[in-house]
C-alpha cells in the first residue's frame, strides 16, 4: 500500500507519530496491512501477534520493502501478562503511535459459548487496548505528540445477533476512542476510532458463505481500511472507511427503527458467515 496522502505527506506522518509503532494484532489480514502502511511511512514498528513466524516473514518483508525495522513480539493478548511483556519491550522506545487491531470473536448463539469464551473477547478487545491506551497515551502527551487507533466495527452502533458480545466489545472501543479524543485533543494526542464493515481477512474468508444480501456490506481489503484509517487520524474522531458503509450505517442508526436495524444486522451476520462460524477469527 502506498503511503502517497497519509497524514499528508510521509514526513508530517514521521514527526507526529514516530519514530516507533506498536500495532497489536499484526501477523497478517488488517494488522499486517497496517505494519506495512506505517513502515512504508518510514516509521519502525512493535508488531504483537501471537503467530511468530508470520511475524517474521513480515519483519524481513519490511527490511527489504521499506528498510524499516520490525520488531516481532510473540504475545497472546488474553493473557494479563502480555500488557507488561509490551511495556518492557517498548522500555527504551520513543513510541508514537499505538494501533490496537488485535480482537476476537466467536460467532454463533451467545448461549452456544460458555462464559469463558466471552470472558476472552472482554479481555482480548476490552481490556488490553485499555491498559496499552493509558500508558501510551500517558507518554504521548508528556512529550505532546502521538497518535492513538482502536479499532472498532460497524457493529459497535447497534445490537448484532451472533457476535452479541463482540459487537458490545467493539461499542467499548469506539465510546472510549471518542472520549480520549476529547480528552487528550490539545494536547498534540490525536485519538481515533474506526468502524469499518466486514474485511477480506484471511479468518473471515474461512467463515465466509459467500452469500450476501441487498442490506449486506461491501467487504473491504485490508489494505484500504489501513489506508482510510490512517487518513483519518488527526482528522476526526470516529472513522468508517468506505462510503457504501457509511450509508448503510447512517440507515441503520437514524433512518430505520433500531429493532429493525437488529433484526437486520442479525439477517447480515447470518448472510456473511457460514452456520459453524470460525471461533477465534476477527470481523475487523
Avoid at 10 to 26: C, I, L, Q, T
Avoid at 163 to 179: C, P
Avoid at 229 to 242: F, M
Wanted: glycine fraction near 10%; charge should be neutral; include cysteine.
Amino acid at each position: 500500500m502506498s503511503s502517497r496522502s497519509i497524514g499528508a505527506t510521509s514526513d508530517r506522518f514521521v514527526h507526529s507519530y514516530g519514530p516507533w509503532a506498536v500495532v497489536a494484532g499484526a501477523s497478517d489480514g488488517l494488522g499486517a496491512a497496517f505494519v506495512r502502511a506505517v513502515a512504508g511511512c518510514g516509521i519502525d514498528v512493535v508488531a504483537v501477534a501471537r503467530r511468530g513466524s508470520l511475524l517474521e516473514a513480515l519483519k524481513e518483508e519490511c527490511a527489504e520493502r521499506f528498510r524499516r525495522t520490525v520488531v516481532p513480539l510473540v504475545a497472546d493478548l488474553a493473557e494479563p501478562e502480555s500488557f507488561s511483556r509490551i511495556i518492557e519491550a517498548t522500555g527504551g522506545m520513543d513510541v508514537g503511535l499505538l494501533i490496537y487491531n488485535a480482537a476476537f470473536v466467536n460467532g454463533g448463539s451467545f448461549l452456544d459459548h460458555q462464559v469463558e469464551l466471552h470472558r476472552r473477547i472482554v479481555d482480548v478487545n476490552c481490556i488490553r487496548p485499555m491498559e496499552l491506551a493509558h500508558h501510551f497515551a500517558g507518554l504521548m502527551k508528556a512529550k505532546g505528540r502521538g497518535g492513538i487507533v482502536l479499532m472498532s466495527s460497524l457493529t459497535s452502533f447497534i445490537g448484532s445477533p451472533y457476535i452479541s458480545a463482540y459487537g458490545a466489545s467493539k461499542a467499548f472501543n469506539m465510546i472510549l476512542a471518542e472520549g480520549l479524543w476529547y480528552e487528550l485533543r490539545r494536547s498534540g494526542v490525536d485519538v481515533l476510532a474506526s468502524c469499518p464493515g466486514a474485511i477480506t481477512t484471511p479468518d473471515f474468508i474461512a467463515g465466509y458463505s459467500g452469500k450476501a444480501s441487498f442490506i449486506s456490506p461491501p467487504l473491504s481489503t485490508p489494505e484500504e481500511v489501513a489506508f482510510a484509517t490512517l487518513e483519518a487520524l488527526g482528522r476526526k474522531s470516529i472513522v468508517i472507511p468506505g462510503r457504501m458503509n457509511s450509508i448503510l450505517s447512517f440507515i441503520m442508526r437514524h433512518l430505520l427503527p433500531r429493532r429493525t436495524g437488529v433484526r437486520f444486522m442479525g439477517k447480515t451476520v447470518h448472510d456473511l458467515t457460514s452456520e459453524e462460524s470460525p471461533t477465534d477469527a476477527p470481523l475487523s
